[in-house]
């Protein structure tokens, strides 16, 4: 199998509602997002002979999302995540938010980018969020890509 990866980063801040502990105040990361691409076979013909996929094609996905999520504030858009936005918002700075269906932990952000790459056109097999240099949260819908 033929493994594609690439990968971006990016900085953002985000809050947890309804979390208890530490990281209940609203605080940022460093991301680092990988995307894999895999298939069995390459491409036989064309401009993409002997490839899996474009890098650029993949690099050009991976750009839209860091532009999505670079210096944004991730809230959920619940009732919670919608009065912090409201305060914020009427606050002396305003804040560039990005409000998500979801509660915006690595395991959804994850399970996000792989279907925003997917929707894009790329035959994403994993996408993996690193929180922190040392944890990380990977998703996939079919096979995990092997190494």
Same mark, same amino acid.
């Given at each position: 199998m033929f493994i594609l990866k690439s990968e971006i980063q990016f900085d953002t801040a985000h809050f947890l509602s309804g979390y208890t502990g530490k990281c209940a105040n609203l605080h940022g990361h460093r991301y680092r997002v990988i995307a894999k691409v895999a298939s069995n076979t390459?491409?036989?013909?064309?401009? &993409? $002979?002997?490839?899996?996929? #474009?890098?650029?094609?993949?690099?050009?996905?991976? +750009? +839209?999302?860091? +532009? &999505?999520? #670079?210096?944004? &504030?991730?809230?959920?858009?619940? #009732?919670?995540? $919608?009065?912090?936005? $409201?305060?914020? +918002?009427?606050?002396?700075?305003?804040?560039d938010l990005y409000m998500v269906p979801y509660r915006p932990t690595a395991e959804e952000m994850s399970r996000h980018i792989y279907q925003l790459i997917k929707e894009m056109g790329v035959q994403v097999c994993e996408v993996e969020v690193f929180e922190t240099p040392a944890n990380s949260c990977s998703y996939s819908e079919g096979p995990v890509c092997s190494e």
């Open positions: 390459l491409h036989t013909d064309g401009q &993409l $002979r002997g490839m899996v996929e #474009d890098f650029g094609t993949i690099k050009q996905a991976l +750009k +839209k999302i860091e +532009k &999505l999520f #670079d210096h944004k &504030l991730l809230i959920e858009n619940n #009732d919670e995540g $919608r009065e912090v936005a $409201r305060q914020l +918002k009427e606050g002396p700075t305003d804040f």
